[in-house]
């Protein structure tokens, strides 16, 4: 089978990055770009031996611009799959038409729950006891767009934005590679209605419940 190449997006400590670095997807080539030339998830990349390259949001005056500048780096590694991976970035609709049906999305929370930024301490706030992360294709409304997958955890007693986000984390390096590996395998498609479409065996996993919530009686 042909190598595949894959560019993933990051703007920071790159957790997820090593997540799919680690997860030994089958055939294909691994590029990071960040938006910050001090992520600390390039150290990482760099180290591992993969390509790397920087775009500085900074360094554009306009979002066109940077988003322009960004496309041809991804372009440069002739991407089949853009992973955004803590990219924290608002991408035109230019461009996220340019990479429609490669380009994924990992999000902390259970969309359509959610959306933004501090996601853990707005589920603390809302009080809700299921909370998760969700894998889905981007469109141009900010963390939205069909999604792939999506693991939930329970919400506990005790539990501050730190302690839930370590547990909602952990999910998230199970299953951004899981999407990753379907879309690999052919098993991943968005129709042109902008629906997911998983084969059989994919999507019973994709729906798979991660937790049951127990009751006192039980
Ligand atoms: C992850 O929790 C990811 O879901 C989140 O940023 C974190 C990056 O961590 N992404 C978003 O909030 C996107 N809206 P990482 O750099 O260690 O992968």
Redesign the pocket.
Known sequence: MKSRSIVIL????????RSLVEANLPDCRIAVISNRPDAA?LAYARERGLATAVVDHRAHATRPAFDAALAEAIDAHGADLVV?????RILGVDFVARYQGRLL????SLLPAFP??H?HAQALAAGVRIHG?TVHFVTPAL?SGPIVIQAAVPVLPDDDPDTL?AR??AQ?HVIYPQAVRWFLAGQLQLTAAGQVRLSAGAGRAATAALIAPQTDAA
């Open positions: 990051i703007s920071g400590r790159g957790s997820n990055m998830g955004l991976a803590g990219f924290m999305n990992i999000h902390p933004g930024t996601t992360c963390d986000a909602v984390l998230e």
